[in-house]
């Protein structure tokens, strides 16, 4: 084997990975409590039943407007703009519940997640008004309008073209991956607004607000597996876009979405996606007997490895609180996160001889198969994995 070379870059000089730690002030038990409570009269009512990967898969308005009822969206949100003025580690407590629970949060996530604190940094006063306060009540959804047929990760590649036309800007491309796009209102999207400089692939682009009801957006499902459908395909076929929907500056779209991809990237649902898979297979073995030490073991490692991967998203998620937008760090929790949950996958497999069953309408067989059926996926939507340990290492020096 060759000798990996020593990087000549002092160890002092290498930035953070993580953020300091964070730990949760110990008031918010009562938000917690409450969030629970709330839980179990959801499913006592049988309201919906607790699923993996719900997140992307788990599209159920209604549940999004009674969260919003509740100030549990909007939530870092200023109550200026109908938000409700919390902090980062409070809405931190509500995601985490409502994930490990398996419960339908996919028709506000990716508006409360990201687009929320985007508009607040980047959004015009118009912009603000228009979307926030639907985004707080649970009404207002967006998809994520990035990744484009053989493009992939390389978001520097897109090739979306937006030309200036008098009053605003003429819009051409497809975009791929969009979760929800068909039962969203808008998105975010990405395009190129100036000739390609190979010597600097990220200048040139911006972002637009697209609202996806505009003349000349089509919206083309791609299914899994199953037949289900919440991957989209976007095209914009010469779609008119107003200066009023211009996001942020001109130009300035890599920043811009590099920032936003810390959000992103960071949070719990990157290790909690098959959470109520894993909460599953404890309880199997439970059931059957308990377990031997080898099968101990290896759950005791997926445990051990939960807490370290919350540890390090709360980290990320104060770094926000701050101010600051930690990418690097946020890249680690979403490769790490990745990997760990494909590991359950894996266990539960393993160590419980039930099939999955995407026919079942709960308990382990059906969870097991949603993660399987997702599983798939984990790698790529955030970034690939190779891509992410990419940026770790150019971060650290290493490339």
Request: proline share 6%.
């Amino acid at each position: 084997m060759t000798p990996v070379a020593a990087t000549s870059t002092p160890v002092a000089a290498l930035p953070e990975l993580v953020p300091d730690p964070v730990e949760l002030p110990a008031g918010l038990a009562d938000l917690r409590a409450e969030v629970r409570s709330f839980l179990d009269d959801e499913r006592g009512a049988a309201r919906w039943t607790p699923r993996a990967d719900v997140w992307l898969s788990g599209w159920d308005e209604s549940f999004s407007r009674r969260l919003g009822e509740r100030g549990w969206l909007g939530m870092t949100i200023p109550t200026g703009y109908g938000g409700h003025g919390r902090t980062a580690l409070e809405r931190y407590v509500v995601t985490e519940e409502l994930l490990a629970a398996g419960a339908p949060v996919a028709a506000h996530w990716i508006a409360d997640r990201q687009i929320g604190p985007s508009l607040l940094r980047h959004g015009t006063e118009e912009q603000r008004r228009a979307f926030l306060p639907g985004i707080a009540r649970g009404e207002v959804y967006f998809g994520i309008g990035m990744s484009e047929p053989d493009s992939g990760s390389d978001l520097a590649s897109v090739r979306t073209r937006a030309t200036r036309v008098d009053g605003g800007w003429r819009l051409s491309g497809t975009k791929v991956w969009t979760s929800g796009a068909h039962h969203a209102h808008a998105f975010f999207a990405l395009v190129r607004t100036e000739p390609r400089d190979d010597a600097h692939r990220h200048a040139g682009l911006s972002q637009f607000l697209v609202e996806l009801d505009s003349p000349g957006v089509e919206i083309r499902p791609i299914p899994l597996l199953t037949g289900a459908h919440h991957f989209n395909e976007v095209r914009f076929d010469d779609v008119f876009i107003p200066d009023a929907r211009v996001f942020g500056e001109p130009g300035n779209g890599w920043a811009q979405v590099t920032g936003e991809l810390a959000f992103e990237r960071s949070g719990p649902e990157r290790f909690l996606s098959t959470y109520p898979l894993l909460a599953s297979l404890v309880g199997e073995l439970v059931g059957a007997g308990g377990a031997d030490a080898g099968t101990r073991r290896r759950v005791g490692s997926l445990v051990s490895r939960l807490w370290t991967l919350r540890a390090m998203s709360l980290a990320v998620a104060g770094a926000l609180e701050s101010g600051r937008a930690p990418e690097l760090a946020a890249a680690l929790v979403k490769d790490l996160g990745t990997r760990y949950e494909n590991e359950i996958v894996d266990a539960a497999r393993l160590l419980v001889d039930i099939p999955p069953d995407p026919g079942a309408e709960s308990g382990f067989a059906r969870l097991l198969a949603d993660a399987v059926l997702h599983a798939p996926g984990f790698t790529l939507r955030g970034g690939t994995n190779e891509v992410l340990r990419g940026i770790v290492a150019r971060g650290m020096g290493l490339r």
